[in-house]
């Protein structure tokens, strides 16, 4: 079955205590990203890969960083995490064609965080 | 600044009816818009996507309609089913080389029965 995983799915953590997201997808795809959800603001791009060692920041990449040393895999590092940073995280990944953007992502279930 | 804007937080039909969701967007370079659909506690769900070439696109029972004149798109259930309900969010992608999605802030769709 074709998916985007990701874990963990919910995730209690305390401010300043390292933390990863792990995003998975067995699709081949190139493209990968995340985004985090928040009341009021929809969901927000906060980095993205268009391949493997080839990343790049999106709207929101403040406290974050990843990685992209496998196709398949796009970790999201907290290094020092925040109060702020207590939300709604979604990894996507689609195909890459190119200029032509004509397909469409596929997301993982969430990654519901909270830091106190 | 939203690029990308749904100015209805939510909207409540009945079952068999019509259901019509409606986006507006600014940015005249976007070339390709799509609909997911999201549901508590799952991730978004592709639904269907038109290209800026077109100006509907159809997929059974959901129809996307794009007024490019008036960077206007809607998406539009027909008939609508209580397993409709859900958040739907409107989503555009410039061309180049991000393959970022710019999402509305989704209308919840309650479809009564």
């Known amino acids: 079955e074709a998916q985007v995983t990701q874990n963990p799915r919910y995730l209690i953590t305390v401010t300043g205590k390292k933390l990863t997201v792990t995003c998975s997808q067995n699709?081949?795809?190139?493209?990968m990203s995340w985004y985090r959800q928040d009341p009021g603001l929809g969901l927000r791009q906060i980095y993205y890969s268009m391949n493997v060692e080839v990343t790049d920041k999106g709207d929101v990449p403040e406290g974050y960083k990843v990685s992209r040393k496998e196709k398949r895999n796009f970790p999201l590092i907290l290094e020092s995490p925040s109060p702020n940073q207590t939300s709604l995280y979604f990894c996507?990944?689609?195909?890459?064609?190119?200029?032509?953007?004509?397909?469409?992502?596929?997301f993982g279930q969430g990654t519901r965080l909270t830091v106190v | 600044d939203q690029q990308v804007k749904q100015n209805s937080p939510s909207l409540s039909v009945q079952e068999g009816r019509i259901s019509i969701l409606n986006c507006d967007y600014t940015?005249?370079?976007?070339?390709?818009f799509l609909w997911y659909k999201k549901y508590p506690a799952e991730g978004p769900t592709f639904l269907i996507s038109i290209s800026s070439i077109k100006d509907k696109n159809e997929d059974g029972r959901f129809t996307v309609f794009l007024n490019k004149s008036a960077k206007h798109l809607s998406l539009h259930i027909v008939p609508s089913q209580p397993g409709d309900s859900a958040v739907y969010f409107c989503a555009a992608i410039l061309g180049g080389s991000n393959y970022k999605l710019t999402f509305g802030k989704g209308t919840l769709l309650t479809v009564n029965p």
């Open positions: 996507a990944s689609s195909l890459w064609r190119g200029l032509s953007a004509n397909t469409e992502a596929f």
């Open positions: 940015n005249s370079m976007f070339d390709y």
């Open positions: 699709m081949n795809h190139e493209y």
